[in-house]
Structures are given as structure tokens and as C-alpha cells.
């Protein structure tokens, strides 16, 4: 019996196909993926994430905890700023990828993936057994989650008088109320946009929902934004998916999260296998296809050079904003330069090596 | 929700047209509907032998890959050359200009299998969950 978020009846007003992801009854559309993809291209789009996961870590040690779970180094963290950051097993294999967020002087808090919240749950209250002075609180049916992502988001925030959460720089965060309601906002996303993530009471996420829907005028649309539109976006914005481009089979390290895994910061869970594999150069790593032939490559689609396998493909879809066939894949390193063929049906569909991400907001980096 | 009624239907969620001994081929408003935005359309080639209950082709949206089944047998005369470019047109119009191929029937007797628009909407209604 999958689980509903407390705005299902909200999406089935709206018209929602559903669809089950990790356990849960998600909205997969509404007016339709395309759509759903340019809207938050252009202008704002809801998301409904209330599945996702929120462990808090608190007291004296709580930074010691964060900094034993997660590769990234929290320590960087004021109050009120946020990293992304990735939890390993001791193989260098990756348990999540995730977004922590520091509340206060010694309170963080970690957003982690809808299907691996119970792992992880499970994961740092063993890891806190070495760490003395952090509390771990599970926050996950405590908190939903609405993401409203787009260029026009600090607008529809400015609407609503909430200077506090408009004023955020990118990956800050901050608590504060909106609409009525307690939020803890933080500018952070997962479809290469601006825009802001709002962690609200379980009670209040429907009166914020329909606050924010309704802020939608003629200037302005606000539309709902499925699961569907979600992956499209990500994709183009070369964003992992838990599952795809990261498992417990993928290191963060192969998947080019380098960026994300600071070694120097002090010992961390993987951290030695993550600096082996470093050494020793990694035998495969995550890069963007463009297809040149028609056809869509999916996730599990060999890739191949000639009659020879050198790759797998971990996501795939045809760009709305680009209008081709785009990839995510993984690729042994010495076929990183090679002609390359994605296997659709039999057929070798030729694919050319792209620079990531496929997309690029105006003005970002 | 459409349903034609001087149309055939299959459990694949098929539509056949029949002229005489030409079948014209496509998916019904229920299976556009279900799969979403269409970005991709796979056709056999003109001359291609068709098999009864075999896949013949291919439809995705942005995440998924679905067959198409034949609803018979026979030789492929035409296919819908609009399709590759435009492959909306088979959710805009799946029963007009995003028909996708066409069959020179080879057993009339494949057609007795084929549902009436009032079997295929029970059929339908049947299957809905909740």
C-alpha cells in the first residue's frame, strides 16, 4: 500500500496522473510533461517533494556527526547556508546523495531521498554510537516538503512579502514564516533553476500549497509541476539520480561529484576508499551523450564502440528545451574519446561525448 | 474520451480502419492519454512483413518505451511519414493524422478478433483500477 503526501487530494483536484516512486503515490502529471518542463523553464512551477526524508542532527557533536557521514566538509557551513553532499559506505560505494542544511549553532539538518530515508535513518544513528554529543531526530513525517522552482520563483515570494526568503542567496537557508505558516526555506533546487525548497509542518503543507497556487496571475503563472517534468529537468541540468547515477555500486567519485568530496577535511565513512580509488584512477566515470541518430537511449541501454561494450547508459530522454536525445552514462575511462554507439533495440544508434550540464540557466556560473 | 465506432479495437489498445483489404493502423485516445507526451515514434518500413500479435512498433514519452502490437497479419504498404518529425500529432489526433501505418490484410479471419467501440470502452472500464 504505497503512502500519500498530505496534498493527494489537492493533485487529484488538479487533474494528477499518479504514479508509485519508492513507496509513495506521486503526482507523475498534470497538464503534461512538455508543458510542466517549460513552465518551470519560464516562468514558476510547484513541486509537491513531502516524500523525501529530514533527519536532524543536533548538540555538541552534531558537526562531528555530519562530518563523519558525508564526504563534504560541513565545518565550511555558517548558519543559515547549505552544501550538497554525499553519504558512503566504507567501499566508497554511496548510501545518498543528499542536501545538508545548517539551522543553527548546533543544528543541521539533513534532506535525504524518499526511497533511502529508512537506510539512512538506520545508517547515522549507527555511526552516532562513535560520536558522543549528537542527537539524531527523525523529522520525516513531521515535515512536508514543496519546492517552487524557476526564474520567476522570487518573484512569487516578493508577492507574498516574504523578503526574508527572497533575499537568500543561492543555497542559503533560513526559518521564517510564509504565508501563515513556519517554514524553514532554503534556496536550493534539482532542476537547474532558481529557486526555493520550503520544509512546512505536515499540517500546514496544504494551506502553503494552495497560498502559493493562488498567488498565480496573468503576469505570473503558477502551475503544478509532476515527477515526470521533475527527471526531465534534472536531466538536462546533469543532476544524479539515486538509482541511476549513484548507488551503492557508484561511487560519488565516478559519478564527477569530486567537487563534493573534501579529503583533506579529516576522516570521514569511505573516506580511504574514495582516496584509493583517487590514486589508483577511476576505471569508468559519468559523461553526457548527445545522440546524432534518431532514437531515445534509456537507463540500462549498453554503450558501445563498434561491437565492443564500453559503457552503460544510467538516464536518458528526449530534451524538451534542447529537442534532442540526451544521456547520462557511464563509460569505461579508456573509451572516454571513442566513437561511440548507444544499442536501442538491436540497433547501434551512433551518440557523440557532450559537456555537462546540457542546460544552463542564463547567467548561472 | 473517443471510442469511433466504424473503428476495431484490440486489448493493446490498438484502432484498425478497414477498406476493403487495407487496414490503416494507430493507438486509441486511452493509450495517448496514458502515455503521456509523445517524443518518439519507431515505424516498420513499407514492404515490411506485419505479424499478428507481434510488436511492429514503438511509441515513447519522455519516460517511457512502448510497443505497438499488430492486430493482424499482413504486408506494409504505406507508413505515416509525418510522424518521425511530429510525433504529437498521435496525441492531438490519434485517430486522424497520427495514424501510423498501413496493411494489406493478409487473413481476413485475423479481423474477427477485433473488438466493437462498445467492447473496447467496457473493456476499458473493466480494467480501470479503483
Redesign the interface.
Known amino acids: 500500500m504505497a503512502r500519500r503526501t498530505p496534498l493527494h487530494e489537492l493533485h487529484r483536484a488538479a487533474g494528477a496522473r499518479f504514479t508509485e516512486f519508492s513507496g509513495w503515490e506521486m503526482p507523475v502529471q498534470y497538464a503534461g510533461v512538455i508543458a510542466e518542463h517549460a513552465q518551470v523553464r519560464s516562468s514558476a512551477g510547484l513541486f509537491d517533494v513531502s516524500h523525501m526524508g529530514e533527519l536532524e542532527v543536533r548538540g555538541p557533536g552534531a558537526l562531528a556527526l555530519c562530518q563523519r557521514v558525508a564526504t563534504n566538509d560541513a565545518a565550511k557551513l555558517g548558519v543559515g547556508q547549505a552544501q550538497y553532499t554525499v553519504w558512503c559506505a566504507e567501499d566508497g560505494g554511496t548510501i545518498d546523495d543528499t542536501i545538508l542544511y545548517r539551522l543553527g549553532a548546533e543544528r543541521y539538518m539533513f534532506c535525504v531521498n524518499a526511497g533511502n530515508a529508512a537506510a539512512c535513518l538506520d545508517w547515522i544513528r549507527e555511526q552516532q554510537k562513535g560520536v558522543p554529543g549528537a542527537e539524531v531526530v527523525d523529522r520525516c513525517d513531521e515535515l512536508g516538503l514543496i519546492a517552487l522552482q524557476g526564474p520567476r520563483a522570487a518573484e512569487v515570494v516578493e508577492r507574498l512579502g516574504a523578503a526574508a526568503i527572497a533575499a537568500l542567496p543561492r543555497f542559503g537557508c533560513t526559518e521564517t514564516t510564509l504565508a501563515g505558516a513556519s517554514v524553514i526555506a532554503a534556496r536550493t533546487g534539482y532542476t537547474g533553476e532558481d529557486g526555493f525548497e520550503l520544509f512546512v509542518g505536515a499540517g500546514q503543507v496544504a494551506s502553503l500549497w494552495q497560498a502559493l497556487m493562488d498567488m498565480s496571475r496573468d503576469d505570473l503563472r503558477i502551475a503544478p509541476i509532476g515527477l515526470g517534468a521533475r527527471d526531465t529537468l534534472r536531466l538536462e541540468a546533469a543532476l544524479p539520480l539515486y538509482g541511476h547515477e549513484l548507488s551503492r555500486d557508484i561511487s560519488p567519485l565516478e559519478a564527477g561529484l569530486g567537487w563534493a568530496i573534501k579529503l583533506a577535511k579529516g576522516d570521514f565513512v569511505g573516506a580511504s576508499a574514495l582516496r584509493r580509488q583517487k590514486e589508483a584512477g577511476l576505471p569508468r566515470r559519468l559523461v553526457g551523450l548527445a545522440l546524432r541518430e534518431p532514437g531515445i537511449a534509456r537507463a540500462d541501454y549498453p554503450v558501445k564502440c563498434g561491437e565492443r561494450v564500453v559503457g552503460v547508459v544510467t538516464s536518458g530522454t528526449k530534451s524538451p528545451t534542447l529537442g534532442s536525445a540526451i544521456a547520462l552514462a557511464l563509460l569505461a575511462s579508456e573509451s572516454l574519446d571513442a566513437a561511440l554507439s548507444v544499442e536501442i533495440r538491436g540497433r547501434a544508434v551512433a551518440a557523440e561525448r557532450v559537456g555537462l550540464p546540457f542546460y544552463r540557466r542564463a547567467g548561472a556560473r | 474520451m473517443e471510442f469511433p465506432e466504424d473503428l476495431k479495437y484490440t486489448r493493446e489498445h490498438e484502432w484498425v480502419s478497414i477498406e476493403g483489404s487495407v487496414a490503416t493502423i494507430g493507438i486509441t485516445d486511452h493509450a495517448q492519454e496514458q502515455l503521456?507526451?509523445v517524443?518518439?515514434v519507431?515505424l516498420p518500413g513499407v514492404g515490411d512483413r506485419m505479424e499478428k500479435a507481434d510488436a511492429f512498433g514503438?511509441v515513447?514519452?519522455?519516460?517511457a518505451?512502448s510497443d505497438v502490437y499488430a492486430p493482424l497479419s499482413g504486408e506494409v504498404t504505406e507508413v505515416n511519414d509525418d510522424l518521425?518529425d511530429n510525433p504529437e500529432l498521435i496525441n492531438e489526433d490519434p485517430y486522424g493524422d497520427g495514424w501510423m501505418v498501413k496493411v494489406a490484410i493478409g487473413d481476413q479471419a485475423d479481423l474477427e478478433d477485433l473488438m466493437t467501440a462498445d467492447e473496447y470502452r467496457k473493456f476499458i472500464e473493466e480494467s480501470a483500477t479503483e
Open positions: 503521456g507526451d517524443v518518439f519507431e514503438v515513447e514519452s519522455t519516460k518505451v518521425p
